[in-house]
């Protein structure tokens, strides 16, 4: 299984502000995934981020809200800016199994726990 | 597009008693299917799989799950409970892509409580 490793991974911030978050894997894979775990609540996918092109949204988040950088195979970002309270969740970077990733199940970092106050 | 419901957010069971956890899917396409396991304050574990190969999957821990076409479901079961199974696990289903069958779609979860 890939090695995930999320920084930072617990943050205290205050609304109007950014954090930026970083997912490094211990191999090369050609998609990374950013889902959301809100307080209680199960995970929901925020984007898909590709090598080399944007990052493809799902419905209900916007690049604005969550710019996300891809600069190489094994590094992706995800930024949560201009926060609020309701922005308070657990930040999860997953990527594809199996080699290349090109695996069926999906692995997780230990999740960027972020408050907003 | 795919869902995953699962029944009883919570449920408890006494150390050494049977564990059933439920989850049934929904998806337009073959499914790849999935139980994670979250311990309090870490990420997800994968549990086991369902790929289309043997429908009963087992998977770490001695859980194992079975797959159900006839009934859309994929429940998780361990024989016996132990103290350390007591955390949060999630059923997640995705298209049977290989490849590009990584975007989960995740159940709301069931927290599993191990009682003495």
């Known amino acids: 299984s890939a090695v995930i490793s999320q920084k930072p991974s617990r943050d205290i911030c205050q609304r109007g502000t950014s954090l930026t978050i970083q997912c490094q894997v211990d191999?090369?894979?050609?998609?990374m995934f950013w889902y959301r775990q809100q307080p209680g609540q199960s995970l929901t996918l925020i984007a898909t981020a590709n090598q080399g092109s944007e990052a493809t949204y799902e419905s209900g988040f916007v690049i604005d809200k969550f710019p996300i950088s891809r600069p190489n195979l094994t590094f992706s970002t995800l930024t949560v800016s201009n926060m609020s309270p309701e922005d308070s969740s657990i930040y999860l970077c997953?990527?594809?199994?199996?080699?290349?990733?090109?695996?069926?199940?999906?692995?997780f970092g230990q999740g960027t726990r972020l408050t907003v106050v | 597009a795919q869902s995953v419901t699962q029944l009883g957010s919570h449920v408890s069971v006494s150390e050494g008693a049977l564990v059933l956890l439920r989850c049934n899917y929904s998806s337009s396409v073959p499914p790849y299917l999935f139980w994670y396991v979250q311990y309090p304050n870490q990420g997800l574990q994968l549990l086991l799989k369902y790929t289309s190969a043997a429908t009963l999957v087992k998977g770490i821990n001695g859980f194992e799950a079975e797959f159900k076409k006839s009934e859309t479901s994929f429940h998780l079961t361990k024989p016996s409970a132990h103290m350390s199974d007591a955390a949060e696990y999630f059923c997640?289903?995705?298209?049977?892509?290989?490849?590009?069958?990584?975007?989960?779609?995740f159940g709301t979860g069931t927290q599993l409580k191990v009682e003495l």
């Open positions: 997640a289903v995705s298209e049977g892509t290989p490849g590009g069958g990584n975007k989960l779609t």
């Open positions: 191999s090369q894979v050609t998609m």
């Open positions: 997953s990527v594809p199994g199996g080699a290349g990733g090109r695996g069926t199940e999906a692995f």
